[in-house]
DNA sequence: GAATGTATCAAGAAGATATCAAGATACGAC
DNA sequence: GTCGTATCTTGATATCTTCTTGATACATTC
């Protein structure tokens, strides 16, 4: 279920438009060997639908898929996201490079072309997608915590954590409004063999409701939930998880 | 400085930089010819100097210059600007092309190329730079770094930087405002052989702080995030890469 | 009011960071 | 080429933060 809790391991999504399964398997081979998550889609239908599920962070495009035409799926693409898309493409006219550039393309290659040219244009291209990466930043009340900059504020003001700390709020954040058990939270920041010794666990949470709440003997944001755990409170419960429906 | 919105008449400003006359003129033609304006540049001196003097909103480069390298000259350019970067080449090894990308070429055209892809091409860099604006200087309280001219200065005295230490300090004034971690600093700077050792990196920081905190031990500008980094404090605390706009 | 679970405080241990200084290397001047 | 300077690297040590643990106070439930 929480598959994105995995301490931060961060994979770059692509996905993988093309017909012909030879070349399908081809570049998946080399795309896994530079440790990008690989997704497929055979035709164009499924190209835009799987762009709106994985939200992948780069496509690469062939023209010439059976259904309908790769520049259309560009554009279909284009009316809600700015994902890089590359084309990759047999046709070399002029004219169509300049087609698929127009509709929103970001790079054109001509099959066939060089594995390593290839590599190096997608860099390129997710290069620029990474200057505009926005923030999800978790807002509860006065409470902001900005994951990618790993800064917590209280009104405005940074407070300072402890890694321990950090790492216990960014998993209470993370889960927002559930109830997160004794055990869950010890085995997810201290390991399994902490399971039995819940001292720790408090004695965290009591510094860092020091830190974060006004009165810590009466806690607006981590909810003891007796005999069962912690929560921390949610106020924006649709909101706030930018991951959709995990 | 001078914007583009100059009394209305809005001006995409290009560069162009090659050694050859008659493609000087020939590609003036056609850009003038789409309402651009154009800037030249005859060797890579010139070309860095008119990046920073010009600020245009794109440059098309040469890779063959009298004086130095092209690459080198996208290397010195991405010192301190994402300006979108095209290169237009006679050479068409790949290794050429994985080169210059790596460097910070937003794209790579071998000679002879059609007109109509070029201005696609334009079209579609110039599409990234809407969303990005960096800033040229650096300044928070009394500290400025120039990362046009290479100079650091603390309240108006030009401070004296080693080479690692500027390196180390341009990385963080790029990501103002952001947590960089240890392993991050270390590729960044001295390679990926001493992602394992720290030691360096705390030795560098501390000469650093040493040249541009006035209290070491209480610094204002770089911050120890512990356990996990360090940081340049921004003056903006919100987000920095978001279209500034002078 | 007793039993169970929870919160707080404080001190030693463990770990991470900062600093100093000496040897090694690269570079420019003569 | 040799010297002198600046820079980089490496090692040892000092300083500080954070973690862990134990004792004790508080709260809730029955």
Chains 1, 2 share one sequence.
Request: glycine share 6%.
């Amino acid at each position: 279920m929480d598959s994105t809790t995995d301490k931060g391991k961060v994979c770059v999504r692509i996905l993988l438009v093309d017909d012909e399964a030879a070349i399908l398997r081809f570049l998946k081979t080399v795309l896994d060997s530079e440790e990008f998550c690989v997704y497929k889609a055979e035709n164009g239908r499924l190209a835009i639908a799987a762009a709106a599920a994985v939200r992948p962070d780069l496509i690469l495009l062939d023209l010439g898929l059976p259904d309908m035409d790769g520049i259309e799926v560009i554009k279909r693409i284009r009316e809600w996201s700015n994902v890089p898309i590359i084309v990759l493409s047999v046709r070399e006219r002029e004219e169509d490079k300049v087609t698929a550039l127009d509709a929103g393309a970001d790079d054109y290659l001509t099959k066939p072309f060089g594995v390593g040219e290839l590599l190096a244009r997608i860099r390129a291209a997710l290069r620029h997608a990474l200057q505009q990466a926005p923030a999800p930043v978790y807002k509860i009340d006065d409470l902001e915590v900005d994951l990618i900059r790993r800064r917590v504020t209280l009104a405005g003001v940074e407070i300072q954590l402890t890694p321990t700390e950090y790492d216990l709020l960014r998993l209470l954040v993370t889960n927002a409004g559930k109830v997160l058990t004794h055990r869950q939270i010890l085995r997810q920041i201290w390991g399994a063999g902490y399971i039995e010794q819940p001292h720790v666990l408090r004695v965290n949470i009591s510094n860092l409701r020091h830190k974060i709440e006004k009165d810590s003997s009466r806690p607006r944001y981590i909810v003891t939930e007796m005999g069962v755990g912690y929560r921390l409170k949610a106020d924006f419960p649709e909101n706030v998880g930018t991951k959709a429906n995990g």
